[in-house]
């Protein structure tokens, strides 16, 4: 798979998770945090074993994780299940707006994290990128931000720890199976979800009925087929490329929440989608150029 191919495929993995806000949103009135975060991840494992079992039996592998793939996978795990975790506490009490915007945060700290972690240093297109994708996202927003509240301090964590997720599963991946790692990722995420949950909200039966249609849809499309198309696209493309393409996701459900929801997209939100449609432009077709120049 060439870049622009691992790249179409994070675009589509914006589009599903743009799709997936409203029931992220909605499931709140039945469920709590946690326990939503444990069982959705449950789902995605559950949704995703039988390919990461012929995945296995495909390359002649046992289909058990070794032990250093483990802690590995548990850590990849540890941190999806906190960063989703703490940005459904944080959609408890702000607003959609502010939410769309910070957590489009980890649009800039994904290299940031990388410069941290790894001290790898991205493109430099990359910097002018971001800050083009995060002012886009706040024109989609709505161009405004309401007085920060707690809520919004919890989004701004998730997006700090999303931005460490991107650059440790870019890192892991090169050297695993993609649907051994989503489907073990999910695994430990729905592990510690459905284990911390009765510590510290109430859980039962009646509320996963409840959420039923939530869980679904976050668990086996935006989290079993998205989670799993970022595993495969990050193989063949940098932690910095994946956050911005990945930024889609807020242009996308604009667009959703147009079609389906009758909602309006102001001259400001236009503005905003083209300038992360321009910020993805970029991270593809500059360094394509610049390598051209050089073999020129």
């Known amino acids: 798979m060439n870049r622009a191919s691992a790249n179409l495929l994070l675009l589509i993995t914006g589009a599903i998770w743009g799709g997936g806000f409203v029931a992220q949103a909605t499931a709140m009135s039945a469920i709590g945090p946690v326990f939503f975060t444990g069982i959705r991840f449950l789902?995605?494992?559950?949704?995703?074993?039988?390919?990461?079992?012929w995945e296995a039996r495909r390359a002649g592998r046992p289909f058990v994780p070794a032990p250093g793939e483990?802690?590995?996978?548990?850590?990849?795990?540890?941190?999806l299940f906190s960063s989703l975790a703490v940005q459904q506490v944080g959609l408890l009490?702000?607003?959609?707006?502010?939410?769309?915007?910070?957590?489009?945060l980890y649009v800039v700290?994904?290299?940031l994290a990388g410069i941290a972690f790894f001290r790898h240093w991205p493109h430099r297109v990359i910097w002018p990128a971001?800050?083009?994708?995060?002012?886009?996202?706040?024109?989609?927003?709505?161009?405004?931000?309401?007085?920060?509240?707690?809520?919004?301090?919890?989004i701004i964590l998730c997006a700090a720890l999303w931005a460490c997720h991107v650059q440790f599963l870019g890192r892991f991946v090169a050297d695993a199976r993609p649907l051994q790692l989503a489907f073990s990722q999910f695994l430990v995420a729905g592990v510690i979800g459905t284990v911390?949950?009765?510590?510290?909200?109430?859980?039962?039966?009646?509320?996963?009925?409840?959420?039923?249609?939530?869980?679904?849809?976050?668990?086996?499309?935006?989290?079993?087929?998205?989670?799993?198309?970022q595993a495969?696209?990050?193989?063949?493309?940098?932690?910095?490329?994946?956050?911005?393409?990945?930024?889609?996701?807020?242009?996308?459900?604009?667009?959703?929440?147009?079609?389906?929801l009758g909602e309006r997209i102001p001259p400001i939100g236009l503005v905003g989608c083209a300038l992360i449609f321009t910020a993805m432009l970029a991270v593809e077709l500059v360094p394509m150029l610049a390598t051209r120049q050089r073999a020129n």
């Open 93 to 104: 009490t702000t607003t959609v707006t502010n939410a769309g915007f910070l957590t489009g």
């Open 232 to 260: 495969v696209a990050q193989r063949h493309t940098t932690a910095p490329q994946a956050a911005i393409f990945m930024s889609s996701e807020a242009l996308f459900a604009a667009l959703f929440g147009f079609l389906l």
């Open 43 to 53: 789902a995605a494992a559950l949704a995703l074993l039988p390919f990461a079992v």
């Open 130 to 154: 971001s800050l083009m994708a995060l002012a886009g996202i706040f024109l989609l927003s709505g161009g405004t931000l309401a007085r920060l509240v707690v809520g919004d301090w919890w």
């Open 70 to 79: 483990w802690m590995r996978f548990a850590l990849l795990g540890t941190l």
């Open 196 to 229: 911390l949950a009765p510590f510290v909200e109430p859980v039962g039966l009646s509320m996963v009925t409840a959420a039923a249609g939530e869980i679904l849809f976050a668990g086996v499309l935006s989290g079993g087929l998205a989670f799993t198309l």
């Open 109 to 111: 700290l994904t290299p």
